[in-house]
């Protein structure tokens, strides 16, 4: 009991697992996020936290979610903000606390369009506001830093996982829906999101908004690899994510090959008029053509990530562009 009143009296630091979606999210949050009672999606402490919040009595992921996508960056001064903060601060009796979900970072309306409010939400300044916010106020209430943590995957092949765990909210789900969607996407990106997915550009804002030295973006591809795990745990300073093996399995897989994914079938009450086909398939034509158009971004951060140092790799290693 005294070693509980000690670690939540204590300045602990806040660390945000913001996604993205796509990137091995359930695989940590089910075997290696538990191990420091991680709080947000999957949380193995959930029974505990009998707090409810606005709108609508939100549990703590709910509303961590919710006011991130939502709400003004300003929510961190008002009461409602303080109180979701002190919430995870109590929450759990680690030195630190982890927070993980992937949606905090806003991804919608790549293959439905973005209106200007929609726009305007994504953007990676948006969720740098946030953080401002959520640092701001942490530290108000005498807590310590506010760390963020965010894993990557090339965006051809993250775009085609994307559309496929949508494709349950898309009656006109198929190759040809698919192509399209990405041919809007290369000729309208502003409009359709694509700024979200220029990871350099993100790195920048993240840093701006908590310190460069508070943030760590991986790439998905070592997940499984110990050296990322006690990458993680000098990062958290959370020693139990270095402890231990970690089974060899990934949640929510629907890619039946290489270049083929297989599509959800649509949501109970949504409807089509044509046949429903069954797969995507990401194209060599295709994937040269999103390659070409992240390639700069790609290169940028390649060298502003010091991944040689970290893990011994890099992000020409891991196919994130092509050496030319």
């Known amino acids: 009991m005294l070693g509980q009143l000690l670690n939540r009296s204590r300045r602990r630091d ?74 995870m601060a109590t929450a759990t009796d680690q030195p630190h606390v982890l927070f993980s979900e992937e949606s905090l970072y806003f991804l919608r309306g790549l293959f439905m369009g973005q209106g200007p409010a929609l726009r305007a939400l994504s953007q990676p300044r948006f969720v740098g506001d946030h953080l401002r916010g959520i640092r701001r106020r942490w530290a108000e209430l005498g807590h310590g830093n506010v760390k963020v943590l965010v894993f990557i995957r090339p965006q051809w092949f993250w775009l085609a996982s994307r559309y496929v765990e949508t494709s349950d909210s898309l009656p006109d789900a198929g190759q ?21 997915l220029d ?20 790439p998905f591809e070592p997940l499984s690899q110990p050296k990322l795990h006690h990458l993680l745990a000098d990062f958290c300073q959370l020693p139990a994510l270095a402890e231990g093996p970690l089974q060899q399995t990934r949640s929510n897989q629907r890619q039946t090959s290489s270049r083929s994914w297989k599509l959800k079938p649509l949501k109970p009450g949504l409807h089509t008029n044509q046949p429903r086909q069954q797969e995507i398939h990401l194209t060599v034509a295709r994937e040269r053509d999103l390659r070409q158009f992240f390639e700069p971004g790609n290169r940028k951060l390649d060298q502003l990530l010091p991944l040689e140092r970290q893990l011994g790799l890099n992000l020409l290693d891991l196919d994130y562009y092509w050496n030319s």
């Open 14 to 87: 806040l660390i945000l697992h913001i996604g993205l979606s796509k990137t091995g999210s359930t695989y940590l949050q089910q075997q290696l996020f538990p191990r420091v009672e991680a709080l947000g999606r999957h949380c193995s402490i959930a029974a505990r936290l009998r707090d409810r919040f606005e709108p609508g009595g939100m549990d703590l992921e709910q509303a961590m979610k919710w006011h991130c996508k939502n709400s003004h960056p300003l929510i961190w001064r008002e009461p409602l903000g303080e109180q979701l903060l002190q919430a």
């Open 199 to 218: 990871y350099a550009l993100l790195l920048a804002e993240l840093e701006e908004a908590v310190g460069s030295s508070h943030v760590l973006m991986l």
């Open 176 to 196: 040809a829906h698919f192509e399209e969607q990405l041919d809007r996407l290369l000729g309208q990106p502003l409009s359709r999101g694509a700024q979200t």
